[in-house]
């Protein structure tokens, strides 16, 4: 089988742990700059944390450390309550609706995006060769040239909503809000265009969500 020559599996695992981990040390390097008083943006750091932690969930459950995805899970939503208590935070506005753009926000919906497409052709980096064709592994390097799969030739089918998408950034960076939500929630205080305050990073968590999963079966009914 092909993936048995062309994917090393140790070697993308160990990328896949070792970028869930510089994601997460750099939202903990962000935290930390933020409290420092001599820095310029604390509130830039502090939101560039959240992004980092985000994707430190992402590619922490690629990498199935579920330890580790509830870890950075725990330090976002510290990292959101300090950005909601010392700058605020409000919903983004566009063509007359609301959208979520937060990180914090949109990371509890484990949801991502996959390409369905047909390859017609696949080059390896590091000799250009077809892959069908050529000795290298992907993940190994090559006299300091990493091997990764280059696709030269697409017909992209269709792009799909998943579970868990073949590359962990591959994810939903703004969800539109329903105006009968808003309506519901602040009641006839809300006109359309007003600013509206986001306050989830300042109550108990709802958990993830993971749209996909399918619930327990159930044991069927017994006839007597």
Same mark, same amino acid.
């Given at each position: 089988m092909m993936c048995l020559k062309h994917c090393a599996c140790g070697a993308v695992t160990d990328h896949v742990l070792e970028t869930a981990r510089e994601r997460l040390e750099q939202g903990r390097a962000a935290v930390?700059?933020?409290s420092d008083a001599s820095v310029d943006d604390p509130e830039g750091e502090l939101r560039s944390a959240l992004v980092a932690f985000r994707g430190a @969930?992402?590619?922490?459950e690629a990498a199935g450390d579920d330890a580790g995805f509830e870890t950075a899970h725990d330090e976002m939503h510290e990292a959101g309550r300090q950005v909601r208590t010392r700058f605020g935070c409000w919903l983004d506005q566009e063509n007359g609706g609301y959208l979520i753009t937060c990180p914090a926000d949109l990371a509890h919906t484990r949801i991502g995006l996959s390409i369905n497409a047909v390859s017609h052709r696949i080059?390896?980096?590091v000799c250009d060769q077809e892959i069908s064709t050529c000795p290298h592994v992907k993940g190994r390097e090559y006299d300091g040239v990493t091997c990764?799969?280059?696709i030269m030739d697409l017909?992209?089918?269709s792009v799909d909503f998943v579970a868990r998408p073949a590359h962990p950034d591959a994810r939903v960076i703004k969800q539109s809000v329903d105006i009968a939500d808003l309506v519901g929630t602040l009641g006839s205080e809300f006109e359309a265009g007003m600013a509206v305050s986001c306050d989830q990073c300042? @109550?108990?968590c709802r958990g993830i969500r993971r749209p996909f999963d399918r619930p327990p079966a159930q044991p069927p009914n017994c006839v007597r």
């Open positions: 930390r700059q933020a @969930m992402d590619w922490l080059e390896c980096t990764y799969h280059r017909d992209v089918r300042l @109550m108990e």
